[in-house]
Structure formats: structure tokens, C-alpha cells
């Protein structure tokens, strides 16, 4: 299955319309956290990038609600997951989650992120959609504390079994 | 397995021909715990292979088990989670015992130590005593092969070779 | 196909123990730890346990400037620590808009690509070892300090060489270096007929490989497994063909690709591999162009614009990628590592399922795991 | 030697457990160093050189180490099992070269039954490796244990049905006898005894890999197995335990190679007519131990089920066959 740049933008396009149309009250797969709705309506995108520059062709940005829809979307294109990501955004108290995917026949590579409330970042998981994502957010809690719903087990996998600190918080210096 | 306790194996009367004896043996066959950490794991076995060949010496004779190790060659970075396991094997380890701390990482913590570090154990002695210091990021064989000679020199007093000393 | 290495569910319901595999194990190549709940010699469940050698190469990509990441970016697998260099001043080459020259890339690329033998070499040794068969290991380090001698006159270090500097190469490669891995290349040649002799027609080598550990290419995909392991399940994913980067897409090469997804085809794959790796570094060294290795405006404080920006190399255990975030100032913002061996280790749990101990332990050495590359 | 043999009878006996021990323990100790030496010359490299000339004092010093580590009886173990498995195993070996012909008159106590008792006490040392596995109280061990047992009792039988062959042929248990049957010339051993059946050969071969099976060899170390098991049955015996586990796996080797040799390379018989007994029996036991080290140096490790796939489905009825056939011939030639 040949997959070109164009269609997948399109998919993502429309699944980021379904998700700004649906209606306030039905919630998506995963509620998110209460915090969520606090927040200000994540910036929605879908943006082709130039490869020579940035070294992936879709950037795709999704509400946190979305990213099990969008993980469905490339498993079903698929796509193989690369790497989960965090960032702390410490001066805009927010985390930022990137998901990283490439595709194991075609050199296509999209990044879909999503905000969250750096108070409380909870992300529904996508281990659901790729098993391999249990580790990668396993790793993301570890140095970020970010919670993944309905993940199978998060306790440290990188750091000692009783780790209670998330080392890549910019906020983190040891006592 | 469980660790064992502390034994004080120190002789309560010394024999001084026949601890020279031991002393050549022991130092003559010093075999080294099969115990990997990192990058400094694949110069141990660099040292064991066929240009380095620490088998001269009889020291190739690496042991899985520390029960029937004498030498436990800490090659590599030591973090907070494998401490515990690294104090483990060297109690599992029977006396005589001896630690040679190969690499920066082993000796310090090397080049993982800042300001705010999480995880690494700074240097191995701090967990229990090391007889050899071998530095280097990460030493060479014969950096170790040396290490090696050096230890056998604590335990017999005696060198084996003479040290070259550089033109 | 091999019916004995499977326990039918007939066989009732058997009580089982945990067995803990490491962090101290002949196996497990360093310090990994594997939970395995067994039945008998049967494995219902092995759950890899890594972090016992994790080192914060992330956080001290925070810590310090961007070019002071360079000698971590060595010992995260210190196996193909010119493939791991790579990837990481590429990276930042994209972010601050550095063109290398010419031939720096092409040192590059002979560089990488004799670690990558280096690194098959080990793992062919150590692979071997795991089977039981200790000879194989000191032939294969014996071809490697071959490898070593000629990188070690370049670069001064044996294993962790830190070499690539950003916007080209610490040095010029000299006559002794060009003329040594000719040597070298045609040295290495003929020992491919005796490991095939040697191991690879062995008749109890291909019992133990031959249709144990099946892994296929939709078991790679949802785990994200790649390099020798993918290829070795029939997907011919190879970052030097789908995404070229450096100047790779200039030479001829071949990516073996072996469908059986079994241990003997990531075995192959890996033998071929080292024979592919010979013809680019023939090419390259013949090609070799003229030229500086150090790009003019490299300045020197790097401040690259705010954004990120990904850089994925082919290392010798499959893809390695970096991504960096700058907010513009002299120290990265996030360098965040992702490293083939962490994917490649995840599938284990489901792979293993079923298996007998020995022949999990020869799924888990032709996985070709490097530990500080899981832990970081 | 000979002179002893006059001797008043405890004396002789006496003078030949001092030699029986020495020989063991001498074997046991060099053949490491061959190993050692051996591996070394496969690897392209040295070996020990340094302790001693040659690396001769090697075996010494590893000796001196051993006997002097700490002794640990980890908590948890059966101390009194765990204290006595190394013991079963170096003492059985001990009396297996009680029947032992090294030469024509050079033997501790001819025995009409020799081949039975050779084969009552080698099988004793699976036992002792077995009570070591378990008493340990270490999961290694146990598999370990487990692992010796099977693979002994599959290999015990093809061994024994081959000696049965052998037997029908030669008509008595007694070594010195079957060593003496095949005097006269290299063509007269029994491993080239084709009129009295054509897969003498074959007989060797399958009591080769049984030997190396028995004696928990490479490429059929599933006891030791390091790369799996750590250290097998052995993981928690330092010091001298280990070291006796050690030996005896080498007196082991040193049986069941003179016991090839007996059986099938003529013992003491002189292929060419000169020269004493004795040295043509070392000459061949120590050509066979090198193959056996050598075969150790090169194969990598089968697995398991393949092992015992080996014995079950290609040795035992192959080696029924050879028995079936040898009696056919035997009744009707």
C-alpha cells in the first residue's frame, strides 16, 4: 500500500475537524483530566513540514482526547511507532507530549503532539493501539511524571523500583 | 540468593612461608567475576581475547558464578538501582576478595557526574573497599592487564615484571 | 515446526516459579534483569527489567552546551558510537543550518561504517557465546582489532571516539588510514568464507537458530522494532535507503532482507550486513573527494533558532533517532534519544512467550541488545 | 612398577591407591592445563605462560587458591548434602581405576566383572551432581540437577547397548581380557573387528557422543551450561567444593576415555609391536582427551530437546540395531 503524503494530511484533517465538530457533551474515547477542560482549546494543526529541515514531513498537533484516534488512524495507514516524548514547558505551564511515528516501507514520518496542564498531565494511553507505547510511557512517567490512562502498569521502568522524582522536569534538582 | 553476612576472615596466627605460598597461588590465579556494567565491559573482554590474552597470567578464567570468583572487575558505571546487586555479589563472594575499579565511571561516577545528578554511584568504594584503580574512559586491555599485575603485586609484594618507565 | 518447543495447554495447568535472570547473568550482556515466570524450562512470562545501567544522557543533554553532548553521545552504545555521533551532529547541523562538506560526509559514512562491522563482530562473538560456543568470540575480536587499529590512528580511542565534530570531522584522515582500510577490506573478505565454514554450516548452530524465536513484521511494526530484527522478519527498512542521509545515497549497496523472521534470519542479516558494509566502504574510500572536514562557519557558541528538529541514522542495531528541542540558546532544551535496542528489547515479553530457557536466550542475543543503549 | 606387583597383597593394594589417587588427581589438575593450553592454540593465542615455565605451575596455583578459599555453606542450603555431593563425585571415580588395565600386569585388582563395576561407579557421579543441584537451594541449580538427570538417563542407555554388542563379541566383563583379545596388530582392536560386525565403527561413534554426553561435555554441557545457567549445579560451590566438582569432571573424562581405549583401541596392545603397554594406553587416552577438548573448542551447545532427540530417536535404535545385527551374525557366522 502506497501512501502519499497528501491523503495522510487529509485523513488527519479530517479527523481533526470530527473531533472541533463533535459535540461538547459526548467526550471523546477518553475523558481526559478535568484539567483539560480548564484549559484553553489546544491549538489543533496539521501542518506538512519540509523534511530537510525539521527531519519528518506531518506535524500534526491534536487535543490530548485525540491521540488514541490519531494512533488508530497511522496503526491502520501502518505506521510503527518511533518514540513517545515529553517536554516541559515550565514557562508556559504546560507539557508537551510528542509521539513520534514512522512508517517501515515508505519514508514518511509524523509527529503528533498534544498539551497538557503541567499541574496535572494526563493522557489517555495509546499502548492500547501499539504495545510497544507501554514502555515509552513507562519511560515518559519515569522522568516527567506524566500520567498515562489506562496504562497497564506505570511504575518506573528506568529508575529504581520506588523512584518518586521525574528527573527531566525543569523544575527538578536534587534535594 | 541472599547476601551473606560479614565474616572477618583475617588468620588468628600467621604462618610467614607458607602465606608466602598462598599468597603466590592466590595471586597466580586470580579468577575474574563474568560482570559486565558498560563500555569498559567490552575492554575486559578485549583484554581476554586473543591479542591481550589475559590467560597469560591465568587470569582468564571468567567465573558467572561469585562463588567461585576471586576478583571482581567492576567495569562500568554503577547507578543507584544496581548498587544494591553490585554490594550482593561482592558479599556472595568468598574470601580472599579483591576489586579492581576499571574506568572513570567505577573510580568517580566519570564523566556522569554534575550537579544534580539522580543516579549514579560516585565510584565504587563507596559501596565496598577496591584494591586497583585502573583509570582511563575506558582504560585500555593493557591499562587492565596492568591493573592486574598491580594487584598481584599487593598480594605477593613482589612485581612480576619490572614496571618499563617511559623514555 | 518444532513441536517441542512449545507446551500444548493439554498438558494442564503446571506450577510455575520466578526465575530472575540478571542484573548480573552471563546472558544478558550487562546488566539487565529478566523476570521470567517459568514453567519447568517453559517461559510463561519473561518481563525484561531494564534501568540498572541508565545514566541520564538526557538530562546532561540539558546540562551543557550543545557541542559538550558529543562524548555522550559515545557511550550510549558504545558499540556504534560513530553511528550514535552521527546522528546527534546531524541533528544539530539541521537545527543551526550547517552544510558539512563533502568530505567530511564521506569520512563519515567509511567511519560509521566500520563501526558497524566492529559492532556485527561483537555481536557475532557474543551471539555465539550465548549458543555456547566460546571460539567464534575470539576470532571475531581478533578481525575487530583490526577495525580498532585503524580507528584508533584516527581518532585516538578504541571504542568510545567521539570523533564527528559539528559541522564535519575532528581531523583529516591520512595516507596510513586510506591505505590501511584498503588493506583492511581486502583482509576482510576471505573471513566471511571461514565464519560461513566455521559457524554459520555448522549442523548444531542451525538446529538452535533455524525456526526458533519467530518474529514477524507486524510483531516488529506495533512494537516499533527495527534494524537487523525487522529486516530479518522480510521488511527491507533500512534508514541509509529510506530516509538517505549524509551521502549514502550515493554508493551501491544492497539491504539483506531474510523473510523466516526467525534467529537464523537476523543471523543472516547481519553476516550479510558486514559484507554490504565492506562494499561501501570500498566505494567511499575510491571516492574519496577533496576538501576541508570542518565546515567555515561553524560559529563558536551555537545558538540554533528555536524548534525542533529530528536527525535518525541507521546504527548497527537498527534506528537511531534524535530529536532536539532549542529554544535558542546555548544549551539544548530536550535531546531526547531514541535507541533501537530500548524497541527492539520491548517485544520480548510477547516473543518469548512459550519458549523454552535456552532458546529465549538465543532470541534474546540475536536481538543484539547493547544495555546502557536501552537504559540511557 | 612391576616390582610392586610381587608385593604381599595389602601392600600392592596400597601402593596402587597412593598411584590410583596420584594419577587421578595429576590428571585431573594437567588436563585443565591442556585445556587451558589447548583452547588457548585453537584461539590463536598463548594460553598461561607466565606461572611457571609454559604456564606449568598454572595448575598449581589454582590448586593453592582453591584449597585455601573461604568455605561458604550459603544459609538455606542442606549443609550435609551440600558438603557431600562434591565428595561423590571425586570418589567414585576414584574406584572406576580400580579395574583399570594400564598394562598387561599393571592393574589394582583384575576383575572377571571390571566393565560392570566401571559402569556401577561412573554412573554415581550424576547422583552427586544431582544431590549438589538440589541441595543448593538456588534456581539454576535445581534446572540443572534436573537437566543432568534426564540427559544421563537417556545416554546410559545407548552406551550400555553398545557395550552389550561389544560384549556378545568379546564373551567376558573382564578389561584385561578384552585388551588382551586384541593383541596381534592394529587390525585386531575391536573398533576394526568388521567380520564380527560390520558397524564396529558405528559402535565407537555412538559411545563417543555417549561419553561426552555422560561426562556433561560440550557440546552436551547442559549441566554447566554458563551462558544459560550460570554455573549450573555448581553456582553456589566456592573453593574446594567446586574445585573437587571441577576434578571430577575431569577424572571423568580420563574413565571414560580409558574405557574407549579399552574397549576399543586395544588398551595396552602395541599396534606395531614395540615399546611397553603403558605408554602405547596413555598415547591413546590422551589422543582421544585431546579430541574431546577439542570437540569442546569448537561446536557450539545443543539444545536441550536436541540432546535428548539425539539419544531417543537416532542413538538408542541405532544402536539396537548394531545389536539386533551383532547377534544375528553371532548366531549364524
Known sequence: MMLSLPQLAEAFGQLLRNGATRPEGQAPEHPGSPGAANLAAPATACRLTDYALKGYHLDVTVSPGEVVSAASLLDGEGFALDAITGLDWMADGQMEVVYDYFHPRNALRVVVRTRLPRAEPVVPTISTVFPGANWHEREAHDFFGIRFLGHPDLTPLLLPEDADYHPLRKDFALS | MEPQTELDCSPLVRFAALDDLLALGRANSLWPLTFGLACCAIEMMAAGASRFDLSRFGAEVFRASPRQADVMIVAGTINKKMAAAVKTLYDQMPEPKWVIAMGNCAISGGPFVFPGQYAVVEGVDKLFPVDVFVPGCPPRPEALIEGILELEKKITGRRRWPVVKPQ | ?376 | MNTALHLAEPYRLLLFLVGTLAFVGFNAAYLVWLERKGAGRFQRRAGPTEVGYAGLLQPVADAIKLLSKQLIVPPGTDATLFRLAPMLVMAPALMCFVAMPFSDALAARPLNLGLVMVFAFGSIHVLAIMLGGWASRNKFAIISAARVVSQNVAYEIPMLLVVITLLMITGTTDLNEIVRQQGGGFWHWNILRLTANPLMPVTFVVFYICMLAETNRAPFDMAEAESELVAGAFTEYGGMGFGLFFMGEYANIVIGCSLATVLFFGGWQSPIGVWPGLFWFLLKLYLLIFSVIWVRWTFPRTQFYGLLNLSWKILIPLSLFVLVLSSVLLKFL
Not at chain 3, 124 to 143: E, K
Not at chain 3, 172 to 200: K, N
Not at chain 3, 311 to 318: D, I, Q, T
Open chain 3, 1 to 376: 515446526m518444532m513441536p517441542q518447543t512449545e507446551r500444548s495447554a493439554a498438558d494442564g495447568p503446571q506450577e510455575t516459579f520466578v526465575l530472575n535472570l540478571g542484573p548480573q547473568h552471563p546472558a544478558t550482556h550487562g546488566v539487565l534483569r529478566v523476570k521470567l515466570t517459568m514453567d519447568g524450562e517453559y517461559i510463561t512470562r519473561a518481563e525484561p527489567v531494564p534501568g540498572y545501567i541508565h545514566r541520564m544522557h538526557e538530562k546532561m543533554g540539558e546540562n551543557r552546551t550543545w557541542a559538550q553532548f558529543l562524548p555522550n553521545t559515545s557511550r550510549i552504545d558504545y558499540l556504534s558510537a560513530m553511528t550514535y555521533t552521527h546522528a546527534y551532529v546531524a541533528a544539530v547541523e539541521r537545527a543551526a543550518r550547517i552544510e558539512v562538506p563533502l568530505r567530511a560526509e564521506y569520512i563519515r559514512v567509511i567511519t560509521s561504517e566500520l563501526n558497524r562491522l566492529s559492532s556485527h563482530l561483537v555481536w557475532f562473538g557474543a551471539f555465539l557465546l550465548d549458543l555456547g560456543g566460546f571460539t567464534p568470540l575470539l576470532y571475531a575480536f581478533d578481525d575487530r582489532e583490526k577495525i580498532l587499529d585503524l580507528l584508533e590512528g584516527l581518532t585516538g580511542s578504541r571504542l568510545t571516539y567521539c570523533y564527528y565534530r559539528i559541522g564535519g570531522v575532528c581531523n583529516d584522515v591520512d595516507e596510513a588510514f586510506v591505505q590501511g582500510t584498503r588493506d583492511f577490506v581486502a583482509q576482510m573478505r576471505p573471513r566471511f568464507g571461514m565464519y560461513r565454514d566455521l559457524v554459520t554450516d555448522n549442523v548444531i548452530l542451525r538446529k538452535r537458530l533455524e525456526g526458533i524465536g519467530p518474529i514477524s513484521a507486524e510483531l516488529c511494526r506495533r512494537y516499533g522494532a527495527t534494524g537487523p530484527v525487522i529486516r530479518g522478519a522480510g521488511v527491507p527498512y533500512d534508514v541509509r535507503k529510506v530516509e538517505p542521509y549524509s551521502v549514502y545515497g550515493q554508493f551501491d549497496f544492497e539491504i539483506p532482507v531474510f523473510p523466516e523472521g526467525d534467529c537464523m534470519a537476523r543471523y543472516r542479516v547481519r553476516m550479510e550486513e558486514m559484507a554490504q558494509s565492506l562494499r561501501i566502504i570500498e566505494q567511499a574510500i575510491d571516492r574519496l573527494p577533496a576538501g576541508p572536514v570542518m565546515a567555515p562557519s561553524v560559529p563558536r557558541v551555537l545558538k540554533p533558532p528555536p524548534g525542533d528538529c529530528c536527525f535518525a541514522v541507521e546504527a548497527a542495531r537498527g534506528r537511531f533517532a534524535v530529536r532536539i528541542v532549542s529554544d535558542g540558546k546555548e544549551i539544548p532544551y530536550r535531546v531526547k534519544l531514541r535507541t533501537p535496542s530500548f524497541s527492539n528489547l520491548s517485544l520480548f515479553e510477547e516473543a518469548s512467550r512459550g519458549m523454552l530457557l535456552p532458546d529465549a536466550l538465543a532470541l534474546m542475543g540475536s536481538l543484539d541488545l547493547v544495555i546502557p543503549d536501552i537504559d540511557r
